[in-house]
């Protein structure tokens, strides 16, 4: 009977941890998914894409200086509209996901942008707008997934993907970003 016992409670034991999901997993983000265009609402935050251009070249003026990047791939500016809802948050954690799956967070090349996101607080209640700036290979922007949350790699915190629509259009030599964003 005692063997017995103990041959039930490993098998047991056995099934529970091949069936139990990875820690990872448990803790992972809160995932709330749409498209381009429309507002995509989470318990925490909402986001609404609004323009994706895409450029050799980006210029804004810094501290009453022109300043103008160039990069070996292509800028791409994603315009957007937050908003929060429970409490003061910041959205620090803005990654796309291109063509081949691989993620590209933020430029901190452009990290003294006007209008940039990454460096507001979201109030309750008001909408803030601004723009995420990312540099990556021009092949990656076929098909783009943005990813914005409070924080990369968020554990039991709202994440939003949005799909972004596909990049037909050709890549300007230059864009050029103002106060208002793109």
Same mark, same amino acid.
């Given at each position: ?10 098998? !047991? ?29 989470? !318990? ?5 894409? $609004? ?76 909408? !803030? ?33 949005? !799909? ?16 208002? $964003?793109?």
């Amino acid at each position: 009977m005692t063997i017995a016992g103990v041959i039930v409670a490993a098998l !047991t034991l056995s099934f529970l941890q091949t069936t139990t999901p990875p820690y990872a997993m448990i803790t992972g983000p809160l995932k709330t998914s749409g498209q381009q265009g429309e507002a995509v609402t989470s !318990t925490t935050f909402s986001v609404q894409v $609004g323009d994706v251009a895409r450029a050799r070249t980006i210029g804004y003026n810094r501290f009453g200086e022109a300043v103008a990047l160039e990069s070996s791939g292509v800028w791409v500016v994603v315009s957007a509209e937050l908003r929060g809802f429970k409490e003061t948050m910041p959205v620090h954690g803005a990654t796309i996901v291109g063509a081949s799956g691989r993620r590209y967070r933020q430029s901190d090349r452009a990290s003294g942008a006007p209008d940039v996101l990454s460096t507001k607080v979201l109030q309750p209640g008001l909408p !803030t707008t601004g723009i995420f700036i990312f540099e990556m290979p021009e092949d990656e922007t076929g098909t783009m997934t943005l990813v914005v949350s409070e924080q990369y790699e968020p554990q039991l915190q709202d994440e939003i993907s949005l !799909t972004l629509e596909p990049q037909d259009e050709a890549v300007r030599e230059r864009l050029d970003i103002g106060p208002d $964003g793109i």
